[in-house]
């Protein structure tokens, strides 16, 4: 995310606005000030993240509050192993902060630049067919509904509004604090190797429920997926990291210097596309380590990309990959990101992507560079096919009639919005498009 002369633009550089004003609370109070004020003012008002959404679900052209200010550990319960965190969290400060309580988060995904709030807000998911994303680890949060009242949300307070709450799009207030259910510190043992495309696919059910964490990237114009393989081992267990430079040689040289290069020259020269992805594949050689959860978890990415990602019933993945490829091909495009297949288990939260269902992910990229659109829309048939369900913060084109029929708790949700944010100020187009007014 960045601000350069009062505009704001999100990561992927594909959502920009000028809020009519920028506010940065430094407590609680401040935030219902600001939710109150906006309101006499006739404004709208929302709090961005880290602005990592794909989606315009972000963007705030009224108040725009940066919670910055309230972050960091608020109180630790360490007979639960629950944590209370100011909302505006970023999810790199958490292992600093929960080491010294021997916790950890039960599941990560790619990346942990996005806020808390922000990451759970979108359903934010790693991968593992026995865990659920990040918003299923709240066991309580704070709002500031549409009037400016503060909300306790918890398993005794106001409990029915937890299924709607935990994972609430930003529609339904301004979060300012999140209590988290941890898991005692654990380390991974990574496995990274490539192995013939149509044989993961064949074994892909069974693999997303055992091992711990399983996924795998596709390469468009190749026959081999790059299978990442995550076992969960105890603290004590003997950590065997990837040395600096073998790590700094295959994540900043290989996997995004090399990739940046690749991407620009495949814009360019598209025919060079096919044969890039083949030697990407032969150079990702087979990789062991084991280290500490986030170590392994989280990847650094700095080649900016957009995307789309799509969760299936489990059982329908391997299908709607086989068509998304055939469809690359008949199409003759030239599609130099690669493919990411992960897996959640079934959760309660009423527009999690993994409601109701054990859940299967595919998410389609494009250099930011490339106009996604014509990808994206094909794919996007294909998933919708395959009873598929957008990822919230990621781009998709489907709007509140079509979601209602994807989410059986739709109108339950919307009336959790119409008695916290009757008046709609924490609106947007985004919102209104998915949601309905
Ligand atoms: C490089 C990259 C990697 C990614 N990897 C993954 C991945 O592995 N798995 C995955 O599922 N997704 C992934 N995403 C998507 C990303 O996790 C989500 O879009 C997430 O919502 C971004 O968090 P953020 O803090 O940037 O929130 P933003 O994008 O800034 O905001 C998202 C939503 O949260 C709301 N919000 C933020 N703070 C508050 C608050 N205090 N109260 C109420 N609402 C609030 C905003 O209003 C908005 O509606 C990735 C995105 C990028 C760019």
């Known amino acids: 995310m960045s601000a350069s002369g009062g505009v704001w633009t999100n990561w992927a550089r594909n959502q920009s606005v000028r809020p009519v004003r920028v506010e940065r609370p430094r407590s609680v109070g401040a935030v219902q000030r600001a939710v109150v004020s906006a309101?006499?003012?006739?404004?709208?008002?929302?709090?961005?993240?880290?602005?990592?959404?794909?989606?315009?679900?972000?963007?705030?052209?009224?108040?725009?509050?940066?919670?910055?200010?309230?972050?960091?550990?608020?109180?630790?319960?360490?007979?639960?192993?629950?944590?209370?965190?100011?909302?505006?969290?970023?999810l790199f400060e958490l292992p600093r902060l929960l080491e010294p309580h021997g916790l950890a988060l039960a599941n990560m995904g790619d990346v942990d630049r996005q806020t808390i709030s922000g990451a759970t807000s979108t359903g934010t998911h790693g991968t593992g067919g026995r865990f659920g994303g990040l918003a299923t680890q709240i066991t309580?949060?704070?709002?500031?509904?549409?009037?400016?009242?503060?909300l306790r949300v918890s398993e005794t307070e106001n409990a029915e509004l937890l299924?709607?709450?935990?994972?609430?799009?930003?529609?339904?207030?301004?979060?300012?604090?999140?209590?988290?259910?941890?898991?005692?510190?654990?380390?991974?043992?990574?496995?990274?190797?490539?192995?013939?495309?149509?044989?993961?696919?064949?074994?892909?059910?069974?693999r997303s429920e055992n091992p711990d964490h399983f996924e795998f990237y596709w390469f468009p114009h190749t026959d081999t997926a790059l299978t990442k393989t995550n076992t969960r081992l105890p603290a004590d267990a003997g950590r065997s990291p990837l040395g600096r430079v073998s790590r700094w040689v295959d994540d900043e040289l290989l996997a995004n210097g090399a990739y940046r290069a690749i991407c620009a020259l495949g814009r360019l020269a598209p025919r060079a596309v096919?044969?890039?992805?083949?030697?990407?594949?032969?150079?990702?050689?087979?990789?062991?380590?084991?280290?500490?959860?986030?170590?392994?978890?989280?990847?650094?990415?700095?080649?900016?990309?957009?995307?789309?990602?799509?969760?299936?019933?489990?059982?329908?993945?391997?299908?709607?990959?086989?068509?998304?490829?055939?469809?690359?091909?008949?199409?003759?495009?030239?599609?130099?990101?690669?493919?990411?297949?992960?897996?959640?288990?079934?959760?309660?939260?009423?527009?999690?992507?993994?409601?109701?269902?054990?859940?299967?992910?595919?998410?389609?990229?494009r250099y930011f560079r490339e106009d996604p659109a014509e990808y994206f829309d094909a794919v996007e048939a294909i998933m919708r096919a395959h009873d598929g369900r957008p990822h919230w913060g990621k781009l998709h084109d489907r709007d509140a009639d079509s979601l209602r029929q994807s989410y059986p708790h739709f109108d339950d949700f919307l009336s959790v919005r119409d008695r916290l944010d009757p008046e709609r100020r924490f609106s947007n187009s985004y919102l209104e498009r998915v949601l309905g007014r």
């Open 39 to 90: 309101g006499k003012a006739g404004l709208r008002i929302k709090a961005v993240g880290s602005g990592h959404s794909f989606s315009a679900i972000a963007v705030a052209g009224g108040v725009q509050l940066d919670l910055l200010d309230l972050a960091g550990l608020i109180s630790v319960d360490p007979v639960l192993g629950r944590v209370t965190l100011a909302a505006g969290t970023r």
């Open 140 to 150: 309580a949060l704070t709002l500031v509904t549409g009037d400016g009242t503060l």
């Open 163 to 206: 299924p709607a709450a935990r994972l609430g799009l930003g529609a339904l207030g301004i979060l300012v604090d999140l209590t988290l259910q941890c898991v005692p510190a654990y380390l991974l043992r990574a496995v990274e190797a490539a192995e013939p495309l149509e044989e993961v696919l064949d074994t892909y059910l069974d």
């Open 274 to 365: 096919p044969p890039f992805n083949r030697l990407a594949t032969r150079l990702s050689g087979r990789r062991e380590f084991t280290d500490v959860s986030n170590r392994v978890f989280v990847t650094r990415r700095t080649v900016r990309f957009r995307e789309m990602e799509y969760a299936l019933p489990r059982e329908q993945v391997p299908a709607a990959l086989r068509e998304v490829r055939a469809l690359i091909e008949e199409r003759g495009w030239r599609i130099s990101f690669p493919i990411e297949v992960r897996s959640a288990a079934a959760d309660d939260l009423w527009l999690s992507t993994a409601s109701g269902r054990d859940t299967g992910y595919i998410a389609v990229h």
